[in-house]
């Protein structure tokens, strides 16, 4: 919730904004967000920089959407006063979540923040006759910094493979050696790809119910970046849904805008269609790969689900989907644990998903639930003139 109130206190040359933790207990730090227009128009610059209660400049962002972004952390019943002051030039700031689009990896989307790594599959999927269908998860262990560029862009670089094709004229061991060293479906200490999605909705999807089926959409067919941190990343793709008798034009197609904020386990997601005539079920949710605990909770919108992940001893992910004004039903069907919305041509589906591994500070279901049930307490934030 954001609340804009006019009083000051802070000179002409600043902009105070204050963030309250209306909760009953203490949340890390996190991304808040305020409208910027108010803000800029105040102090008379497009550029600007954020300070603490302390007077030490933090992180900012300022979004596609005109909304400043910035990391704020309160004890539980507590306040915290930041300050905007005019600049110069605008500012740089390490980046805390990132991504891009790898066309020598079948146009996949790959994005991160300090904590979990997404992958949603690209165009080149189609044409490949690949059929996954959901999002893709990378386990992360804690780093300092973004590092999926260093796996999915090395590994689209021509220059690697010829590093590659070099050794393996010398020697195909070493050349083997080396490639092994690109894998991500290894854990060579920064984390691993080790989820299964296939022809699931994957780690969270969203899809329409078709009759008695969920209408899988196969892969993105545009994906446009829209904010690229550092604090904030945002995307939206589109998804063509095809009628069996016609595979060249449309039947109607999918917008799903996604976010992905530093500091969070989850991403935020909107979803909508066009050219959808009738009302129909949307499901979101996760493929059930065995029986490990799930917990379904409806009228608080929250899913959880403790993934096995493939292969031996790369440990559980925690799935977990939260639905804000809680989910018409949940069920499992179709083998996915869902959460079920009526859906009407014109509405949006708007949603949180994501995932936490058993080898990060949270390392049990237990811990899991608990974090997504405390997940939608949301700080306040006043702009005080």
């Not at 490949?128 to 998860?137: A, F, K, M, N, V």
């Amino acid at each position: 919730m954001t609340a804009l109130l006019l009083n000051s206190s802070c000179s002409r040359e600043c902009v105070d904004i204050t963030v309250t933790n209306t909760s009953g207990r203490d949340i890390g730090p996190r991304c808040v967000e305020v409208p910027a227009g108010d803000i800029l128009s105040r102090i008379s610059t497009q550029h600007f920089y954020v300070v603490d209660g302390e007077g030490n400049e933090i992180p900012s962002q300022l979004t596609h959407d005109s909304m400043l972004v910035f990391m704020a952390s309160v004890p539980a019943g507590g306040c915290g006063t930041y300050s905007i002051f005019p600049s110069d030039s605008a500012r740089t700031y390490e980046a805390v979540t990132g991504g891009n689009i790898y066309e020598r990896r079948l146009d996949d989307l790959v994005w991160e923040n300090d904590l979990v790594g997404f992958r949603a599959y690209g165009p080149g999927t189609r044409r490949e006759g690949l059929r996954y269908y959901g999002q893709d998860l990378y386990l992360k262990h804690s780093t300092p910094g973004l590092i999926l560029e260093s796996l999915y862009g090395v590994e689209s670089d021509p220059a690697t493979w010829a590093k590659i094709d070099s050794l393996r004229a010398i020697n195909s061991a070493l050349a083997d050696e080396f490639a092994s060293t690109l894998n991500y479906n290894i854990d060579h200490g920064n984390g691993i790809d080790c989820y299964s999605v296939g022809e699931t909705l994957g780690a969270g999807s969203a899809a329409l119910i078709m009759g008695d089926t969920i209408a899988y959409p196969w892969c993105f067919e545009q994906a446009r970046i829209l904010d690229n941190g550092p604090l904030r990343f945002t995307v939206e793709m589109l998804y063509h849904h095809y009628s069996e008798s016609d595979t060249l034009v449309p039947h109607f197609v999918e917008h799903r805008l996604v976010s992905l904020d530093a500091a969070s386990h989850l991403n935020r997601s909107r979803v909508w269609f066009e050219g959808l005539e009738s009302p129909a079920n949307i499901v979101a949710g996760f493929p059930r790969h065995d029986d490990s605990p799930a917990c379904m909770r409806p009228e608080k919108g929250i899913i959880t689900y403790s993934d096995p992940t493939e292969g031996a001893n790369n440990g559980k992910a925690f799935l977990g989907l939260y639905i804000p004004g809680g989910a018409d039903s949940m069920e499992e069907k179709f083998g996915h644990i869902l959460a079920v919305r009526n859906y009407a041509p014109g509405d949006t589906l708007d949603y949180y998903w994501g995932f936490a591994w058993d080898r990060s500070a949270i390392n049990n279901h237990v811990n899991w639930l608990d974090y997504m049930e405390h997940f939608p307490v949301s700080y306040t934030v006043a702009v005080n003139d």
